[in-house]
């Protein structure tokens, strides 16, 4: 029986086991919609396309299987840029689909057209123009396996109207095959022969554990090779609760706002292992005095990440699971020779303690995202916006289970926060999943509240209310004499209480310091979703801080 | 340096936009760049010649292998190499000087392709030494216009081809991906 390219398509999705789909419709991808309506996946309404992209991201990396969002052509797929980049820069499994108009009109400025396979080229994995009915299941294949496999990354399907009215026979193939395309697994024997003879040399070595040992579910292995070695780690932002923070081998964050000691620990170290990680310049600083007596060894799935911005003494391209389980057979137990690095290092651990000041009458943002960690025991899935926020997010939740942060460390996209929470309460219904935001950042988004509220998500949605675009407002005051140049938000922002309560969302409201931690109980204990507006000190920094283009080891830390 | 890039694609719409996109997105100017046809028909090849750090292109060159599009990248800068550009000239020849022009043709072992009263157009293939020497000999006599087509490359030893289709097939099974064979680079 001949089925409709829509029909195709719906079927292709439900094939790849595709149990929910973020979007809208509109013109181009009505047929599509219209098949949608007899599949048994679940449609999640959102309120803008960007906002839709950040669902499916959050639902694929909290889950490592491609969030899928379906949108119209033209203003709904340009919609999806500032997504897929986010997506792309984070290496999240996404798929996009996006209507387009009939290929007989494309390049005509028909309504609601927009080159989009041409705009997204350089924010997506591998993107794909249906031309012909037939190719939709080999596209939509491909493109499931392309986005999370390999380093994984957001993948779009242009879909034209045309093509979703034609109709073909429906084969699922069962294979695919991509003679550009090869996935690396295991690393090559020698290298790893290599990194272990560093590693089992060594005086000061250290681990520097990004996104991509996450993305790889290395959490075992990763705790298998310090366990192993002693060797101390720090993560970055994406690699938050690859390892438990609470463990005397963590360093946790480094990098502008990581601690001190990660930061002194890298500059200090001997030999650098980077591990699913690419020496972003958030966690470099200064590139030329980056750890300047280290030799590093770096282990990623992506050849192109290797010797992008640093030298490399050795490299292993492979699958960070697969690498370490190869390593953690060759390397030894260090803790002896290398006792004066570690003393060194708790040395620095006890000078320079992530700290703030308590306060008994202003809130301080880390005083409430520590109490959200002790009360959530540190397992709830967190999702942030950017800004001040996220770094105290980072600082202070103290992260211990993989995929348990979700937040836009590459492109650094504010309004990430509440739509990614979302997507990973889809992904993940059983789990406690809070995203901590910014006022700035989360009106970037909030239309979603309405998402959030009809369809019952309960998310738990802690606003940091500074009457700023905090983050700014630091680096004017420390950088530009106290000018505040478009970063007060002053009396434009909304009551939130009331947009809370437009949405028909339970609101709680935190204002002095001894309403912290019933407020986060009593959202914690509400079923659905809940917004929590903190009222907190309008003008606090985010310290330890490595001023851009300075060396990791050149800290602000005046907190 | 000047390097010469040889990169096997697959003959789909859109592919030379990505190639050329990965450059610009780089800010790094591209000399020439050529593309057609191969022995497989569904595959094309480009040359592309570009100036830039080794550093620089060894990065374009991961990117493009990145390119799910693109099959095969190598660079020939330190191959034994045969290369070729065909140039079209069209150059001022009236009467008392177009036995010089004609000579220098000769010389080069060029070729006459159309003639008018006042000009000569010349056509000739041959390495980038080659080519430069003769439009510099043709200058004084005053060149109208030159039509290059761009280096293509190719290397004496080694052949650049690409694997049959069914070399990276990969087949589902429960719980990630079972890979049949690996078709590209693993090591770096």
Request: charged share 20%.
């Amino acid at each position: 029986m001949k089925l409709t390219g829509a029909q195709i398509l719906i079927k292709s999705l439900e094939e790849e086991g595709v149990d929910v789909v973020f979007g809208l419709p509109g013109g181009a991808i009505l047929p599509t919609f219209d098949a949608l309506y007899d599949s048994k996946i679940k449609f999640i309404l959102v309120r803008h396309e960007q906002g839709a992209t950040h669902m499916a991201d959050g639902y694929g990396r909290a889950t490592g299987k491609p969030g899928v969002c379906l949108v119209t052509s033209g203003p709904a797929a340009t919609n999806t840029v500032t997504g897929l980049a986010t997506a792309y820069m984070d290496s999240a499994p996404l798929v996009c689909i996006t209507g387009q108009v009939a290929t007989t009109a494309i390049g005509s400025d028909a309504f609601q057209e927009a080159d989009v396979v041409g705009i997204t080229r350089p924010v997506t994995k591998h993107n794909y123009l249906v031309r012909d009915v037939r190719d939709i299941t080999r596209i939509v294949k491909e493109a499931f396996y392309i986005a999370r496999t390999g380093r994984p990354g957001p993948v779009l399907i242009d879909f034209p109207v045309d093509v979703s009215r034609a109709t073909a026979e429906y084969e699922y193939p069962a294979e695919v095959s991509i003679r550009g395309y090869s996935i690396p697994s295991k690393g090559d024997p020698d290298q790893i022969l290599k990194a272990a003879a560093l590693m089992n040399q060594a005086k000061r070595p250290c681990l520097y554990v990004g996104g991509g040992a996450v993305g790889s579910g290395a959490h075992k292995e990763v705790f298998e090779l310090v366990e192993k070695t002693g060797i101390p780690i720090t993560t970055t932002v994406l690699g938050l609760g690859i390892f438990p923070e609470d463990h005397p081998s963590s360093l946790r964050m480094l990098g502008m706002h990581g601690t001190v000691y990660a930061n002194y620990s890298v500059q200090q170290s001997d030999l650098l292992i980077a591990v699913g990680a690419r020496f972003d310049d958030r966690v470099t600083g200064h590139i030329e005095k980056f750890c300047p007596h280290a030799k590093i060894i770096h282990i990623d799935i992506d050849p192109a990440s290797i010797a992008k911005t640093v030298r490399v003494d050795v490299s292993v391209v492979g699958d960070v699971r697969h690498v370490l389980r190869q390593l953690n057979k060759q390397v030894k137990d260090r803790r002896r020779d290398i006792r004066a690095w570690l003393e060194q290092i708790d040395a620095w651990k006890k000078k320079h303690p992530l700290k703030y000041r308590q306060s008994d009458d202003v809130i301080r943002q880390e005083h409430i995202i520590a109490k959200i960690g002790e009360v959530t025991k540190h397992e709830a899935i967190v999702t942030t916006g950017v800004g001040q926020h996220q770094m105290w997010a980072a600082q202070w939740y103290q992260f211990k289970t993989p995929r348990g942060m979700l937040t836009s460390g590459g492109l650094g996209t504010m309004g990430y926060g509440l739509p990614s929470a979302i997507g990973a309460q889809m992904a993940r219904p059983d789990e406690t999943v809070i995203c901590i935001d910014g006022d700035g950042s989360v009106q970037m988004t909030s239309c979603e509240l309405a998402t959030a509220a009809y369809y019952k998500i309960p998310v738990k949605l802690f606003i940091m209310d500074n009457n700023h675009h905090g983050m700014v407002r630091q680096w004017q005051e420390l950088f530009y004499r106290h000018r505040y140049s478009g970063s007060q938000l002053g009396a434009s922002n909304p009551d939130f209480m009331k947009l809370a309560d437009a949405y028909g969302i339970k609101a709680i409201q935190i204002r002095q310091p001894d309403q912290v931690v019933p407020g986060i109980k009593e959202a914690l204990a509400h079923k659905g979703p809940v917004l929590v507006h903190c009222l907190v000190a309008k003008e606090d920094n985010v310290f330890p801080m490595v001023p851009a283009g300075h060396a990791l080891d050149q800290v602000m830390d005046m907190a | 340096m000047k390097h010469t890039i040889g990169v096997l694609v697959e003959n789909h719409f859109g592919v030379l936009a990505r190639v050329s996109g990965l450059f610009s997105a780089r800010g790094f100017n591209i000399d020439s760049l050529t593309v057609g046809e191969t022995e497989d028909a569904e595959v094309s090849r480009m040359t592309i010649v570009a100036h830039g750090d080794d550093r620089v292109v060894a990065q374009i060159m991961k990117q493009l292998n990145k390119l799910i599009d693109v099959i095969k990248v190598v660079d020939l800068t330190n191959e034994e190499l045969i290369d070729r550009e065909l140039v079209l000239v069209k150059v001022s020849a009236p009467a008392q000087s177009r036995n010089e022009v004609m000579q220098i043709v000769n010389t080069f072992r060029a070729k006459i392709v159309d003639v008018n009263s006042k000009t000569l157009t010349i056509e000739v293939t041959g390495g980038e030494s080659k080519i430069d020497a003769m439009l510099e000999l043709l200058r004084p006599f005053g060149i109208f216009e030159v039509v290059r087509t761009g280096l293509i490359a190719m290397s004496r030893k080694s052949e650049l081809t690409a694997p049959p289709k069914q070399a990276g097939v990969s087949t589902e099974v429960k719980g990630g991906v079972k890979k049949k064979s690996a078709a590209k680079l693993a090591k770096v």
